[in-house]
Nanobody, 118 residues
Framework: QVQLVESGGGLVQPGGSLRLSCAASGNIIDIGVMGWYRQAPGKQRDMVARMASGGSTNYADSVKGRFTISRDKYTVYLQMNSLKPDDTAVYYC??????????????WGRGTQVTVSS
């Protein structure tokens, strides 16, 4: 089995910063894309940022220039600067993981709450 555990969420004022972390563990042979998604109340879950194992990245337009994704083998980070109230959501970690099977499967963390409010 594979576990993804997020940390780093919390309450921050507008304009502030937070750093999220997500550590993958378990029977991992390889990890492809790792990324962050978010879901606000009453809305669908949307991609925030993704990073391939080779280093290429994708960002949602709403966070470009403010958020930075990085990774260190089986851990992915999301540095969030200049936070806005619209960034309030539950943030989920996602990873494409190869275990003992020859294919990659998607795994999700349980999520961490980020609230941006004065």
């Amino acid at each position: 089995q594979v576990q993804l555990v997020e940390s780093g969420g919390g309450l921050v004022q507008p304009g502030g910063s937070l750093r999220l972390s997500c550590a993958a563990s378990g029977n991992i042979i390889d990890i492809g894309v790792m990324g962050w998604y978010r879901q606000a109340p009453g809305k669908q879950r949307d991609m925030v940022a993704r990073m391939a194992s080779g280093g290429s990245t994708n960002y949602a337009d709403s966070v470009k220039g403010r958020f930075t994704i990085s990774r260190d083998k089986y851990t992915v980070y999301l540095q969030m600067n200049s936070l806005k109230p619209d960034d309030t959501a539950v943030y989920y970690c996602n990873a494409d993981v190869r275990t003992l099977l020859p294919t990659f499967a998607a795994y999700w963390g349980r999520g961490t709450q980020v609230t941006v409010s004065s």
